[in-house]
């Protein structure tokens, strides 16, 4: 349990962030501008991207084949730029948790792994990671959301306190699943090709 | 209503390819095109409304080694509820060692359905897919049903691309990280081995499959506007 709130925590080295899963697009097109936008944004990323990351998350913590997942979560993640923030992320991640937590597991992941199968190994109990996956899903874009649009840090923790993050990392217990973002991945790609000044990776 | 149909195409001597196999099932009638060539061309046309609730229809395609199959629809699916609230379900089953290109018209999922649409492609090392899916949530001025669907593909086993999209909750649907709010999404999948850069606009992408291959998306208001998309990229 103290792992998973190691991991969670927005102090954690991990370089989480830099990542504003996809907020900082959608900010700048006006599509998140307010508390309601932002509420119905972190509701479809959680239902969709996060529901997807903790499934994978719960799986490592299960002892699945590691290789085996990384390759089912890539062919789940069509957009090269959510690939590559999911794999900076979890780059980010081992390199603290490898002075932290060393294990033969944390070896036995692929170069580069999915943020998910990071936190799956560290966390080790399959619902305790698919939370932690689940929260990370929108804890960061939350926290982009009030350093971009000048939100009340107050409300929008309101919002991420009343968003089903437990039904969903239930869930994600259950089976692997594949729910793709078609508007989330195409924000990320038009993200990775925006020009000018970006404060955010993803 | 429950129907199976099975379509089986391979290469003759001749370097044609040939319909071997072809079992029609009421709603799922295959219709061969009498023309000889590298590439046989079968519609798939639903001789009965379909699929209702309650309606479970599934279809096997073979492609074999060096053949090349064009599937293509005449007209848009429309998904609707049956009379007792039950769901419906399709699902369509590829195996690929030659070239297939699968073209069905839109899918409207109608207010109430409740469909489950599951398509499998298994593809030899040389195989190729092509396959465009247009959903459109909901006939004008209505909101949509529900429906779920599932892609997945693999390669000598290995997965190239594995999709699922949940229409029919609004919270969801609505979502700039779901569907944007966006009454139709399109997409071409395109399953080869040729390597593609990664390109896009504000509600379109293409872009390069981890394992290769290339999906292009595309979000909008109507059909005209998104399949003129994707017939650009």
């Not at chain 1, 990384?70 to 980010?92: K, Y």
């Not at chain 1, 259950?174 to 038009?190: H, I, Q, T, V």
């Not at chain 2, 609230?85 to 699902?91: D, Q």
Request: charge should be neutral; glycine fraction near 10%; proline fraction near 6%.
């Amino acid at each position: 349990m103290l792992t998973a709130l190691i991991l969670a925590d927005s102090r954690f080295p991990g370089g989480g962030h830099v990542h504003s899963g996809g907020l900082e697009e959608a900010a700048v097109r006006g599509l998140v501008h307010d508390e309601p936008s932002l509420r119905s944004f972190l509701h479809g990323r959680l239902l969709g991207a996060g529901l997807l990351a903790a499934g994978f998350a719960a799986a490592a913590a299960r002892g699945e084949d590691l290789a085996g997942l990384d390759a089912e979560l890539d062919a789940r993640t069509p957009s090269p730029a959510q690939r590559e923030a999911s794999r900076a992320q979890g780059r980010g991640m081992l390199r603290a948790a490898r002075r932290a937590w060393p294990s033969e597991r944390l070896d036995a992941l692929p170069r580069d792994p999915h943020q998910p199968l990071v936190i799956g190994v560290l966390v080790g109990e399959p619902f305790e990671a698919a939370l932690t996956c689940a929260y990370l899903a929108v804890s960061g874009p939350a926290s982009a959301a009030v350093r971009l649009l000048g939100l009340d840090p107050f409300g929008v923790n309101a919002i991420v306190a009343a968003l089903p993050v437990q039904d969903v990392a239930a869930r994600a217990c259950k089976e692997l699943p594949a729910l793709g973002s078609p508007a989330l991945d195409l924000l990320a790609e038009a993200h990775a090709r925006r020009e000018g000044v970006r404060l955010f990776g993803s | 209503m429950k129907a199976s149909a099975r379509l089986v195409v391979t290469l003759d001597s001749h370097g044609n390819s040939v319909v071997r196999v072809l079992r029609s099932m009421t709603p799922l009638t295959l219709v061969p095109h009498r023309r000889v060539g590298p590439v046989a061309l079968v519609h798939l046309v639903s001789s009965v409304t379909a699929p209702l609730g309650g309606d479970s229809l599934s279809l096997t395609v073979e492609v074999g080694p060096g053949a090349s199959l064009e599937l293509r629809g005449v007209a848009a699916t429309l998904l609707l509820p049956g009379t007792s609230g039950a769901a419906s379900s399709s699902s369509v089953r590829f195996l690929i060692g030659g070239t297939l290109s699968y073209r069905p018209e839109p899918t409207v999922v109608a207010a109430r359905a409740h469909h489950t649409a599951v398509v499998e492609a298994e593809l030899d090392s040389h195989a190729e897919l092509r396959t465009r899916e247009v959903l459109v949530l909901g006939r004008a001025g209505e909101p949509a049903g529900s429906l779920s669907t599932s892609m997945r593909a693999t390669r000598c086993g290995k997965p190239l691309v594995h999709q699922q999209l949940v229409i029919g909750d609004s919270l969801a649907d609505s979502s700039p990280a779901g569907l944007a709010g966006k009454r139709v999404i399109g997409t071409d999948l395109l399953l080869d081995t040729k390597a593609r850069a990664a390109g896009g606009g504000e509600w379109w992408s293409v872009v390069p499959l981890a394992a290769g291959g290339t999906l292009a998306t595309a979000l909008g208001e109507d059909v005209v506007t998104v399949t003129r998309v994707l017939d650009s990229i």
